[in-house]
């Protein structure tokens, strides 16, 4: 039985070991910028990027498309493993922009745990409480970093309180900064009384120190007189009001351990990195239509959470990302896709650093690993090696921003591949005009969405199109008698036609109030934003 945990010692070993998180901010709170730290800290790479800079700057890893590194922002998903002593992380770096939320959803369902990160000035912003709310409906435990301490920053008390007022849950502080901006000194570890020190000139850091409390004379003497004395005052407060570290607690999402420093400057990252590492949690169980499932179970299996088309320019191939939620896969074996019932032969599975990728033999709960796709997978998708099951569906989010695709050459097949594969992505939905010229209409969750869609069209498939907005807000499947159907889409102004490639028929509505009408007004008939 799939529910019985395995005996493997080295299974239950590795599922131990591994820690699967990704990082969620506001756009310009310093994620990729963190990312990038985390694997320099690691040693999984020698030399970190800069997110935005001069051309003589190398490229951060996570953002590994062309119009990332042209744009300064992530669109899209990346996965990056390494080891760092005994662990085994996979890093789900996230696109920030509100645009790009469905990666970032489907991202979520794929990690046992997240760190957020927040602006130390600008405190929680409107990304960051829309992707916390994902995070609290699944329960998956986090890591708070604050971020930017060496730049003017609010009151952490304020910060904390914000924490706790805005996204309703409990903030402990596990270390405590001294000072802010140009006063900025380092930090104080309330859990083993360690002062990590800040050294603006050259962004070099002297040693930590051991000190017995806050209230260590010696203190007084490595930061002076009135930055000690405000350090015992406000860790005073912090102690008093009863604040202390629960490890169940975090796990239960009860509350979110909460550490300051500078992402950009290198500095608190180490100590950040040490209890991510001893605290995060590993792959826990998941569940399925068997009920719950757990890692250590000796059957394999596993879902597709992303596709991606285009990772290795040359071979304009597609991969499905795969997260392994219970037992060994291994290259070659012969994996059930349970939407079509099909079997495949896993000959070609790879891991993943950035852009990067590299063949693996084995991979345990909690990997992603990479499987060429050609057209054999899809967002959702449960796979299984010996035991049927299938795992919950991802949701889809229904598109809000429309434009037509306009083809300005005489590469139709290149047209053609581009939008049916970077509609495969989920990058957007694809209708087609059941009147007048079938000209695909594009829909998105935002409008950075179609500039990004016309940027790859063009430089993947070297397809030169125009992409023109239309009026649209709102699109829905339509369920119910073909001419009460008929009937209904003849008679509502402000409505447009249409299906989708599976020739499902659909309706555009140019406003709210259309929509609503329709649903007021027919009540034979179902409009859905999302189809099972």
């Known amino acids: 039985m799939l529910t019985v945990a395995s005996t493997d010692s080295t299974l239950i070993a590795e599922v131990a070991r591994r820690r699967t998180f990704a990082i969620i901010s506001h756009p310009d709170a310093g994620k990729t910028t963190l990312t990038e730290k985390l694997l320099l800290y690691a040693g999984a790479i020698e030399l970190a990027g800069a997110v935005r800079g001069r051309k003589s700057e190398r490229a951060v890893v996570s953002d590994w498309m062309d119009i990332e590194r042209e744009r300064g922002i992530s669109v899209t998903s990346a996965a990056v493993e390494f080891d760092i002593g005994a662990h085994h992380l996979t890093l789900l770096d996230t696109p920030g922009h509100k645009d790009f939320s469905e990666d970032t959803y489907r991202t979520l369902f794929a990690v046992d745990g997240v760190v957020m990160v927040i602006d130390a000035a600008k405190g929680i912003e409107a990304q960051t409480r ?22 003017p920053s609010r009151d952490p008390f304020d910060l904390l309180d914000e924490i706790e007022r805005v996204l309703g849950i409990h903030a402990v502080p596990m270390n405590w900064p001294i000072g802010s901006g140009d006063r900025f000194r380092g930090v104080f570890d309330l859990q083993d009384s360690i002062v990590h020190f800040y050294e603006r000139k050259g962004r070099a850091h002297e040693a930590p120190v051991q000190v017995s409390s806050a209230h260590d004379p010696r203190l007084a003497e490595l930061l002076g007189q009135q930055p000690w004395q405000h350090l015992i005052d406000e860790t005073s407060l912090v102690t008093g009001a009863g604040t202390v570290f629960d490890h169940q607690g975090y796990l239960d999402f009860l509350h ?10 290198n500095f608190g990252l180490e100590p950040f990195l040490k209890a991510l590492t001893e605290l995060a949690p590993p792959p826990r169980p998941r569940m399925s239509d068997l009920g719950l499932i757990p890692p250590t179970a000796p059957h394999f299996t596993g879902f597709v959470f992303k596709i991606q088309a285009n990772m290795n320019r040359r071979h304009r191939d597609r991969i499905a990302f795969l997260r392994v939620c219970s037992g060994v896969f291994e290259k070659d074996m012969v994996i059930t896709n349970a939407r079509q019932g099909a079997e495949i032969r896993a000959s070609r599975p790879y891991r993943f650093f ?26 959702g998708d449960t796979l299984y090696g010996d035991q049927p099951l299938k795992y919950p569906p991802i949701p889809r989010f229904p598109a809000e921003h429309f434009g037509i695709a306009r083809l ?17 992505e989920g990058l957007m939905q694809v209708l087609y005009p059941t009147v007048g010229r079938r000209e695909p209409i594009l829909g998105t969750v935002g409008p950075l969405q179609l500039e990004v869609l016309k940027a790859r069209l063009e430089n993947e498939y070297n397809v030169q199109c125009d992409v023109d907005s239309l009026p649209y807000k709102a699109a829905r499947w339509v369920v119910g008698p073909a001419d009460k159907i008929a009937a209904m889409s ?42 099972p």
């Open 354 to 379: 950035g852009g990067k990728r590299e063949t693996i033999e084995k991979a345990y709960p909690g990997d992603v690993v990479g499987l060429v796709n050609p057209g054999q997978f899809g967002i």
């Open 256 to 265: 979110t351990p909460v550490f300051f420093g500078s992402a950009l400057s």
């Open 490 to 531: 003849a008679s509502t102004a402000g409505t447009r036609s249409a299906s989708d490639r599976d020739g499902r028929p659909m309706i555009l509505f140019e406003s709210e109030w259309a929509l609503e009408y329709c649903e007021r007004n027919n009540p034979d008939i179902k409009l859905m934003a999302v189809m």
């Open 408 to 424: 300005r050459d005489v590469r139709f097949k290149q047209f053609d591949d581009g939008i049916r594969q970077l509609e495969e």
């Open 130 to 151: 829309k992707l916390f709310e994902v995070c609290k409906l699944r329960k998956l435990p986090v890591l708070t970093f604050i971020n930017k301490l060496d730049q």
